[in-house]
């Protein structure tokens, strides 16, 4: 897949085949994606805990809030659609710069293409509790966890349409239960000079 189609086809999935599981060499590549990820100062103060094992990944599930644009009942990944595999995304408070969600979404970006090329889908969640993710991963307080990318193959399509900055850019589910993620064209959100 060349860099444009693996851009357009890395979307957020939230129906993954819990039958597949992602294999040891692949997660291996995913997170090797890591030491390429720019960052600010070169301060690397992100940290990662990458979740194997299936009781500790059904346990982060279940403490994880999804697709804030649909109804929980629809959004939600049920049994046999949820991920087989997340990363949590640690910040270490002391060293953090300014430029705080840059370089978390840098990072992010690399491992979510670097699973795409490998048609693996993922989704970001924002909607955790540090508390919570602390006691189920158990690290040390100098971090928090922010943010987890939930991993697996995607069950569904997801499908960007083209719209104007007039419509509405909630996402949404079509007739099949695939996704539908408006975009803006990019003459109307880009000034060229």
Do not use: H
Request: hydrophobic share 35%; charged share 30%; aromatic share 10%.
């Amino acid at each position: 897949m060349n860099l444009q189609n693996l851009l357009e086809w890395r979307r957020s999935y939230r129906k993954f085949d819990e039958t597949r599981l992602i294999s040891k060499n692949d997660i291996d590549e995913i997170l090797n994606s890591i030491k390429f990820a720019s960052c600010a100062n070169n301060r690397q103060y992100l940290r990662f805990i990458s979740v194997e094992n299936k009781d500790k990944v059904l346990e982060i599930f279940d403490n994880t809030k999804w697709a804030a644009s649909l109804p929980n009942n629809i959004g939600r990944p049920k049994e046999g659609e949820r991920p087989v595999y997340f990363i949590a995304i640690l910040s270490d408070e002391a060293k953090k710069l300014r430029f705080n969600g840059i370089d978390e979404g840098l990072v992010i970006s690399n491992l979510t293409l670097t699973a795409a090329e490998k048609g693996i889908g993922s989704c970001i969640i924002g909607s955790v509790n540090d508390k919570k993710m602390r006691e189920i991963l158990n690290y040390d307080d100098n971090y928090s966890c922010e943010v987890v990318i939930a991993f697996g193959y995607p069950k569904v399509k997801s499908t960007i349409k083209k719209i104007n900055l007039e419509e509405d850019q909630s996402y949404y589910l079509d007739e099949d239960g695939n996704y539908i993620v408006p975009k803006y064209k990019k003459d109307d959100i880009v000034r060229r000079i």
